[in-house]
Nanobody, 126 residues
Framework: QVQLVESGGGLVQAGDSLRLSCAAS????????MAWFRQAPGKEREFVAG????????YYADSVKGRFTISRDNAKKTLYLQMNSLKPEDMAVYFC???????????????????WGQGTQVTVSS
């Protein structure tokens, strides 16, 4: 069955960095666009970054552009999110997700993703 398992979250201070990983199994990882979303308490889940299956195109929310970098290693079936210059407003549970469509592009809405990980908590202290 499809599994997405995130890791790498934790407690950091503002200005620090974290690298999240998402290990995928149970599907042909290399043919699906992948994305990171986040959800803070009392807020809706929001798109953070996405990367297409070909690794040629990446997309970012304006709030993280220039600070976060999404990448993937199709051989290792792993998705990454490098987060630099973290801010208190980045604090949330971060989820990785796989597109509903093989060979499809990145979309910035949650309903475009069919499988989700359990999430990893990122806490940023000021």
């Amino acid at each position: 069955q499809v599994q997405l398992v995130e890791s790498g979250g934790g407690l950091v201070q503002a200005g620090d960095s974290l690298r999240l990983s998402c290990a995928a199994s149970g599907f042909t990882f290399s043919t699906y666009a992948m994305a990171w979303f986040r959800q803070a308490p009392g807020k809706e889940r929001e798109f953070v970054a996405g990367i297409d299956w070909s690794v040629k195109n990446t997309y970012y929310a304006d709030s993280v552009k220039g600070r976060f970098t999404i990448s993937r290693d199709n051989a290792k079936k792993t998705l990454y999110l490098q987060m630099n210059s973290l801010k208190p407003e980045d604090m949330a549970v971060y989820f990785c997700a796989s597109s509903r469509w093989s060979n499809g592009g990145v979309v910035n809405y949650a309903s475009g993703y069919g499988y989700w990980g359990q999430g990893t908590q990122v806490t940023v202290s000021s």
